[in-house]
């Protein structure tokens, strides 16, 4: 059981009394102190507003009245915020449904549980409770993000303030480093290391993104010949905005600049948003169709996330398909995104194209998409984004590591123990 703290007021919303007072003994056995009950969702609203303190509302879904989805969407309305806890014994596929609108609507959740509830389970939501206060404080300063200007981001590119950080991928079949995807950060001179999030719209609106694409091209190239020289044989993932593939002097410009630094094309993949692929679709086909006939290697990135994506794979001549993390992560514990994941590995296989599976953060996921037969995988249980400086480093601390995570199963219960997960 958890030793966080548990919280102690908690509202009990279910239109069983057996249910309702099953959940109400597993709270005073977990320490809650006070806790109120009510049949509907009427009631508990008038209850949350009677009563403020309440920190946790546990949620059944159908009830008479007011139900769980309305409630949710009643706290919203009327700007409460307790953390809440939905329960219910509906099927998995509806609780995902309410997991990701409650998300969505912004509302703490803690947790989203099949009844019958246990212990534990209870107690590992409510042992989230001080995390998500925590980082509800830490999300919205950090959503905030400092303001930035047009200015600045002239003065950024013209002083070289923007860097490239490369994050590892490497290959399930046989543990090697198969390459990295060069993500943009802006080293500012006050608010320090910032991530693309609180600048590329800035960067996008402003027209300066060439320019960045064009840097990180240059970035790229500069650190894979370095990479090339210290006998590490590795290519560039380079992320491609929406804007700048519909400019038909881009193609130009990129196989001009790969041309002139020696480092042949095969060794650059130039990854696409689906979102990208729907704008200005002539000239967006036509620049990559010449990169593909260059030897430039084409990557659907964020797959899954758009509309229409499996005909997008008819539109684009590419090479290779990056899994969106929505469907790698949590894939192992829930069966409807492990479907999805299937069937984009599928696809891939059929149409013959190179799967990444993104978003890698634990072994769980790594041993699934292993299960699966994905190809290669990205993510924080690998290695987090680093300067390219720091590669070689990194790779001679964690080859072995990476080498270990392919040996069979049994190899780990012998190693660790059964407990290994
Ligand atoms: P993306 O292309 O999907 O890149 C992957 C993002 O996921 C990166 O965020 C990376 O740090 C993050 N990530 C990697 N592994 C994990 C993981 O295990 N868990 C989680 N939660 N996240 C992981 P980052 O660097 O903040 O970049 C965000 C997005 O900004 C990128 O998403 C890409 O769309 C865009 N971007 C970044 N660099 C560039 C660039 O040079 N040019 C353009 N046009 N877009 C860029
Ligand atoms: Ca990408
Ligand atoms: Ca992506």
């Given at each position: 059981?958890?030793?966080?703290?548990?919280?102690?007021?908690?509202?009990?919303?279910?239109?069983?009394?057996?249910q309702?007072?099953?959940?109400?003994?597993?709270?005073?056995?977990?320490?809650?102190?006070?806790?109120?009950?009510?049949?509907?969702?009427?009631?508990?609203?008038?209850?949350?507003?009677?009563?403020?303190?309440?920190?946790?509302?546990?949620?059944?879904?159908?009830?008479?009245?007011?139900?769980?989805v309305?409630?949710?969407?009643?706290?919203?309305?009327?700007?409460?915020?307790?953390?809440?806890?939905?329960?219910?014994?509906?099927?998995s596929?509806?609780?995902?449904?309410?997991?990701?609108?409650?998300?969505?609507l912004?509302?703490?959740?803690?947790?989203?549980?099949?009844?019958?509830?246990?212990?534990?389970?209870?107690?590992?939501?409510?042992?989230?409770?001080?995390?998500?206060?925590?980082?509800?404080?830490?999300?919205?300063m950090?959503?905030?993000?400092?303001e930035?200007?047009?200015?600045?981001?002239?003065?950024?590119?013209?002083?070289?303030?923007?860097c490239?950080?490369?994050?590892?991928?490497?290959?399930?079949?046989?543990?090697?480093?198969?390459g990295?995807?060069?993500?943009?950060?802006?080293?500012?001179?006050?608010?320090?290391?910032?991530?693309?999030?609180?600048?590329?719209?800035?960067?996008?609106?402003?027209?300066?993104?060439?320019?960045?694409?064009?840097?990180?091209?240059?970035?790229?190239?500069?650190?894979?010949?370095?990479?090339?020289?210290?006998?590490?044989?590795?290519?560039?993932?380079?992320?491609?905005?929406?804007?700048?593939?519909?400019?038909?002097k881009l193609?130009?410009?990129?196989?001009?600049?790969?041309?002139?630094?020696?480092?042949?094309?095969?060794y650059?993949?130039?990854?696409?948003?689906?979102?990208?692929l729907?704008?200005d679709?002539?000239?967006?086909?036509?620049?990559?169709?010449?990169?593909?006939?260059?030897?430039?290697?084409?990557?659907?990135?964020?797959?899954?996330?758009?509309?229409?994506?499996?005909?997008?794979?008819?539109?684009?001549?590419?090479?290779?398909?990056?899994?969106?993390?929505?469907?790698?992560?949590?894939?192992?514990?829930?069966?409807?995104?492990?479907?999805?994941?299937?069937?984009?590995?599928?696809?891939?296989?059929?149409?013959?194209?190179?799967?990444?599976?993104?978003?890698?953060?634990?072994?769980?996921?790594w041993?699934?998409?292993?299960?699966?037969?994905?190809?290669?995988?990205?993510?924080?249980?690998?290695?987090k984004?680093?300067?390219?400086?720091?590669?070689?480093?990194?790779?001679?601390a964690?080859?072995?590591?990476?080498?270990?995570?392919l040996?069979?199963?049994?190899?780990f219960?012998?190693?660790?123990?059964?407990?290994?997960?």
């Amino acid at each position: 059981m958890q030793s966080s703290i548990i919280p102690k007021r908690i509202l009990v919303v279910d239109d069983s009394r057996v249910q309702r007072e099953f959940a109400v003994e597993l709270c005073l056995r977990l320490g809650a102190t006070d806790i109120y009950q009510a049949q509907e969702g009427h009631q508990a609203i008038a209850l949350l507003q009677e009563i403020p303190l309440i920190e946790v509302v546990i949620l059944d879904l159908e009830m008479p009245g007011m139900d769980g989805v309305q409630v949710l969407h009643e706290l919203v309305r009327l700007g409460m915020d307790p953390a809440v806890i939905v329960a219910s014994a509906r099927e998995s596929v509806l609780l995902t449904v309410v997991e990701s609108m409650g998300k969505s609507l912004g509302v703490k959740l803690l947790g989203v549980l099949q009844k019958p509830l246990t212990l534990d389970q209870l107690a590992s939501s409510l042992g989230r409770f001080a995390a998500v206060q925590h980082r509800d404080a830490f999300q919205v300063m950090a959503e905030m993000g400092p303001e930035l200007t047009e200015h600045e981001v002239m003065v950024a590119l013209r002083e070289q303030q923007f860097c490239a950080y490369f994050q590892p991928k490497v290959s399930l079949q046989d543990g090697r480093l198969s390459g990295v995807e060069a993500l943009v950060r802006w080293k500012h001179p006050t608010h320090g290391l910032l991530q693309p999030g609180h600048f590329l719209d800035l960067v996008e609106r402003t027209d300066n993104m060439p320019a960045i694409t064009m840097l990180m091209l240059d970035l790229s190239l500069r650190q894979c010949q370095q990479w090339h020289a210290e006998g590490l044989m590795i290519g560039v993932s380079i992320n491609l905005s929406a804007r700048s593939l519909a400019d038909s002097k881009l193609a130009d410009a990129i196989i001009e600049r790969v041309a002139a630094s020696g480092i042949a094309p095969h060794y650059l993949m130039l990854e696409i948003t689906e979102s990208a692929l729907m704008t200005d679709l002539a000239i967006t086909q036509g620049t990559l169709a010449r990169l593909r006939l260059k030897g430039f290697g084409l990557s659907v990135d964020d797959y899954g996330t758009g509309f229409s994506c499996m005909l997008q794979l008819s539109r684009v001549p590419c090479s290779e398909l990056k899994v969106d993390r929505a469907f790698v992560n949590g894939a192992s514990e829930n069966v409807h995104l492990r479907i999805l994941l299937e069937s984009a590995l599928d696809i891939a296989r059929r149409l013959n194209l190179k799967v990444v599976a993104e978003g890698v953060e634990t072994h769980k996921d790594w041993a699934l998409l292993r299960e699966l037969g994905c190809d290669e995988v990205q993510g924080y249980f690998v290695a987090k984004p680093m300067p390219g400086e720091a590669l070689l480093l990194w790779w001679s601390a964690n080859q072995q590591r990476i080498q270990k995570l392919l040996k069979p199963e049994g190899f780990f219960r012998r190693m660790f123990g059964s407990g290994f997960s």
